[in-house]
């Protein structure tokens, strides 16, 4: 869902769009939770942390 931003018309519209499609929520959501796990579940989290410090440390 991509709106202007500042344009609040614009996301009600997208929203309710959205909102009327439950597969299409579905998708979002599963596609959502693909993102999360694989970029910021707490595992990746600190493994970028490690990466940076080792990173940080080697300067």
């Known amino acids: ?8 018309a614009a996301f009600v ?4 769009t959205v909102l009327g499609d439950t ?3 579905a ?4 596609r959502a939770r693909i ?6 579940s ?4 600190a493994h970028r942390y490690v990466d ?4 940080l440390q080697a300067r």
């Open 1 to 8: 869902m991509v709106v202007p931003p500042d344009d609040s």
């Open 13 to 16: 519209v997208a929203l309710q």
């Open 23 to 25: 597969q299409r929520m």
């Open 27 to 30: 998708e979002m959501g599963h």
């Open 35 to 40: 993102f999360v796990e694989s970029q910021a």
């Open 42 to 45: 707490p595992q990746v989290v």
């Open 52 to 55: 940076l410090m080792r990173g």
